[in-house]
T-cell receptor, first 113, second 110 residues
Framework: EPEVTQTPSHQVTQMGQEVILRCVPISNHLYFYWYRQILGQKVEFLVSFYNNEISEKSEIFDDQFSVERPDGSNFTLKIRSTKLEDSAMYFC???????????FGPGTRLTVT | AQRVTQPEKLLSVFKGAPVELKCNYSYSGSPELFWYVQYSRQRLQLLLRHISRESIKGFTADLNKGETSFHLKKPFAQEEDSAMYYCALSGSNTGNQFYFGTGTSLTVIP
């Protein structure tokens, strides 16, 4: 069964550095999402992406964040200048039709030191 | 504003006992409610959604609009039910966004 994959599984970076988190959605899916989960807190929506543009974004998704689909398979989340509070688990998700069932990746744990 | 509340962070029950994981929501409109589950070292996955009104792995959940609740229930808990459970909300007012609760960690004691 196809799955969403994410790399790396764990990323450690220094404050102020740029990071790129990578996701490969399920191949026939058209809608893509990023969520984050700070340790001990709830899963929070960051952004949704369809037809090569952002369709929704939350207040968390400020100018430090950007998303891109650089080719036909990858979907990336970039944080330009990481802050300590960006430390979290980042989940990618996708679905085919923008409906309610989203398929989640295993997550990337980002640690900012 | 949209909000999902799961009042219990931790819940322990004995194998064979009934289990109920509580979820309350706040939403102006007609919400879609879901339960997602995350087993140890696995990814988040959809357990069930209210519109399908189905039972998955023995779990059911009924949307109670009067009480704005969507509690997850199972009459006889199994050890393999031990996991993190997240209640989530979506709807026309939220676009594609899901709003998740903080999750309840269920432990089924053998």
């Amino acid at each position: 069964e196809p799955e969403v994959t994410q790399t790396p599984s764990h990323q450690v970076t220094q404050m102020g550095q740029e990071v790129i988190l990578r996701c490969v959605p399920i191949s026939n899916h058209l809608y893509f999402y990023w969520y984050r989960q700070i340790l001990g807190q709830k899963v929070e929506f960051l952004v949704s992406f369809y037809n090569n543009e952002i369709s929704e974004k939350s207040e968390i998704f400020d100018d430090q964040f950007s998303v891109e689909r650089p080719d036909g398979s990858n979907f990336t989340l970039k944080i330009r200048s990481t802050k300590l509070e960006d430390s979290a688990m980042y989940f990618c998700a996708s679905n085919r039709d923008g409906g309610y069932e989203q398929y989640f990746g295993p997550g990337t744990r980002l640690t900012v030191t | 504003a949209q909000r999902v509340t799961q009042p219990e962070k931790l819940l322990s029950v004995f194998k064979g006992a009934p289990v109920e994981l509580k979820c309350n929501y706040s939403y102006s409109g007609s919400p879609e409610l879901f339960w997602y589950v995350q087993y140890s070292r696995q990814r988040l996955q959809l357990l069930l959604r209210h519109i399908s009104r189905e039972s998955i792995k023995g779990f059911t959940a009924d949307l109670n609009k009067g009480e704005t609740s969507f509690h997850l229930k199972k009459p006889f808990a199994q050890e393999e039910d031990s996991a993190m459970y997240y209640c989530a909300l979506s709807g026309s007012n939220t676009g594609n966004q899901f709003y998740f609760g903080t999750g309840t960690s269920l432990t089924v004691i053998p």
